[in-house]
């Protein structure tokens, strides 16, 4: 609980939910915007296959926007991508170095999508002032490989109440009380 306070307090966020790992991190992150079959979600083709594999598990279609110099997609290939069946953007973060937010954040809500970044290289970046994690849904790892790390391991970032509800939900099995399913 610790840990979650202080990463929740470093990435300017109310709540931090520690999973076993990133992946689970971005798997978790689909279920709790509510994806189902036939909905799309905006990511880039640049990307570690969890990225990928998330979006899939969700029964979602990945839609691959181009990318520009810096490795992370560009704004302008998501707004044409936009559709009815996009419920999400999915930015990932490469090598610390954040998407360009603020577009795509303008998009997000100019079309009512979620935002879940990937931010699994971005331990500590920030964009404009803004830690990774703090703009939409959070996903890191933690994994031996990344620039913050703990052998294993994974973290979402939110502030909306509801969604880390959920997520600790999903994380426990569904249950607030030993064997009391509620999900």
């Known amino acids: 609980e610790r840990f979650e306070e202080m990463f929740a307090e470093r990435h300017g966020v109310r709540h931090a939910i520690a999973v076993n790992n990133g992946t689970t991190a971005l798997v978790a992150a689909m ?7 036939g909905d799309e979600v905006i990511t880039s083709p640049f990307t570690f296959v969890a990225t990928l594999n998330a979006i899939l598990e969700a029964g979602a279609t990945a839609r691959f926007a181009d990318i520009g110099d810096d490795f992370n997609i560009l704004p302008d290939a998501v707004a044409a991508l936009v559709n009815d069946r996009t419920k999400a953007i999915m930015p990932v973060h490469l090598y610390g170095y954040m998407a360009d937010m603020d577009p795509l954040l303008a998009i997000a809500a100019a079309h009512d999508l ?11 970046a920030e964009y404009h002032g803004r830690p990774a994690g703090s703009l939409g849904i959070g996903c890191f790892s933690l994994y031996a490989t990344k620039n913050l790390n703990t052998g294993e391991g ?17 994380r426990n099995q569904g249950m607030r009380v030993r ?5």
Do not use: F
Not at 31 to 37: D, E, N, S
Not at 179 to 183: A, C, D, H, L, T
């Open 179 to 183: 064997y009391q399913y509620e999900i």
């Open 114 to 124: 979620a935002v879940v970044e990937d931010a699994a290289q971005a331990v500590g």
């Open 31 to 37: 279920q709790a915007i509510g994806l189902r079959p």
């Open 154 to 170: 994974g973290m979402i970032t939110t502030d909306d109440d509801d969604v880390a509800d959920r997520l600790r939900l999903l």
